[in-house]
């Protein structure tokens, strides 16, 4: 399995930024699927997790980013996304996407990660 | 909202026993994983599940869950072991890090 994020960069206070994570080597479709985040010199931080359709497409957040962040999905593109919006400098982290073991919360696949900062 | 704290570090003799807790509200109704990270490297799974080990694990990382605590334990330490361990609790609809333990074999 190969889980590969894109979409990170310099971004001001109040801006958006939209990241994607290309996943290949599984049934991308069955897939359940997480971000993550962790800022500098900080510890792992769960952001959201998306369900296939079988189990209703459900998407769950956390609640410190649910409202600004938004967790979507192409099937057939094999493609998880992350739209942020109202960004914060305290949003400044390297964002991983995961591979979820089917119908659990186990992280068993990650990216490489990418790094978003937000400053003025 | 549920939180899990964990020491802010661990040190351990090469050889020796590590062990790192993680505390929770009833966390032994919940699953409980482990991670490992390396500086500039992503987290890599260790334990899942409470006390299953992923392919490629070594045998000498196990995990225990039960009343509020879970542990990690690493027997006969080494050197390669050494790095940032954080539990996660999930259950039906959320996910949870703890703060993370840093691991130093001295």
């Known amino acids: 399995v190969h889980v590969v994020e894109s979409g990170g960069g310099l971004v001001r206070p109040g801006g958006s930024l939209r990241l994607s994570c290309a996943v290949s080597?599984?049934?991308?479709?069955?897939?359940?699927m997480t971000w993550v985040r962790q800022a500098p010199g900080k510890g792992l931080e769960w952001l959201g997790r998306?369900?296939?359709?079988?189990?209703?497409?459900?998407?769950d957040y956390a609640a410190p980013v649910k409202g600004r962040f938004t967790i979507s999905r192409d099937d057939e593109k094999d493609t998880l996304y992350l739209q942020m919006n109202s960004l914060k400098t305290e949003d400044t982290a390297v964002y991983y996407c995961?591979?979820?073991?089917?119908?659990?919360?186990?992280?068993?696949?990650w990216g490489q990660g990418t790094l978003v900062t937000v400053s003025s | 909202s549920y939180e899990l704290t964990q020491p802010p570090s661990v040190s351990v003799s090469p050889g020796q026993t590590a062990s790192i807790t993680c505390y929770g509200d009833?966390?032994?109704?919940?699953?409980v994983d482990w991670y490992q990270q390396k500086p500039g490297q992503s987290p890599v799974l260790v334990i899942f599940?409470?006390?299953r080990r992923p392919p490629g694990i070594p045998e000498r990382f196990s995990g225990s869950n039960s009343g509020s605590t879970a542990t990690l334990s690493i027997s006969g330490t080494q050197v390669l072991d050494e790095a940032d361990y954080y539990c996660q609790a999930w259950d039906s609809s959320t996910i949870v890090f703890g703060s993370g333990t840093r691991v130093t074999v001295l």
């Open positions: 009833v966390l032994g109704d919940k699953y």
């Open positions: 995961t591979t979820l073991a089917y119908g659990s919360g186990t992280s068993n696949n």
């Open positions: 998306s369900k296939d359709r079988s189990n209703g497409g459900t998407i």
């Open positions: 080597g599984l049934t991308f479709r069955h897939a359940w």
């Open positions: 599940e409470d006390n």
